[in-house]
């Protein structure tokens, strides 16, 4: 994991993660809160999403399916856990395979924090 950039409001971290193609995830610290946001994109499951989702309060996680270069929503719940993340929101999801309230389920059967699936122009204050 490395520091991309800092100021006194918050330090952005980046560490490249598992996928067919050269991708990151990232981690974004606010020191005044002591609030974390990691972020995930395109991954399998691996080390550097965990070390950047540690003790995250907000992980924003992946759940296309369990393929090369991808996660499935069980898959990021168990991330989630092993992070230490307080909440877990689902993105890039399967649309229309899966009834929403099915990938929550399964995020849940391996994460004890909320679940919930993040909507587009979501907003999180830190």
């Not at 540690?54 to 393929?67: P, Q």
């Not at 899966?98 to 919930?116: H, T, Y």
């Amino acid at each position: 994991m490395s520091l991309v950039q800092e100021n006194d409001q918050w330090r952005i971290f980046s560490s490249p993660v598992k996928h067919i193609i050269p991708n990151i995830g990232l981690r974004i610290e606010f020191p005044e809160s002591g609030k974390v946001f990691a972020y995930s994109c395109d991954t399998e499951p691996c080390p550097q999403v965990v070390q950047l989702a540690n003790n995250a309060d907000v992980l924003i996680h992946e759940a296309a399916g369990a393929s090369l270069g991808h996660t499935d929503a069980t898959q990021a719940g168990k991330i989630a856990e092993g992070a230490g993340a307080d909440s877990l929101y689902l993105i890039h999801y399967p649309n229309g395979r899966l009834k929403d309230n099915d990938i929550v389920a399964k995020a849940s059967q391996e994460f004890n924090g909320p679940v919930r699936l993040a909507e587009d122009f979501m907003e999180f204050e830190f």
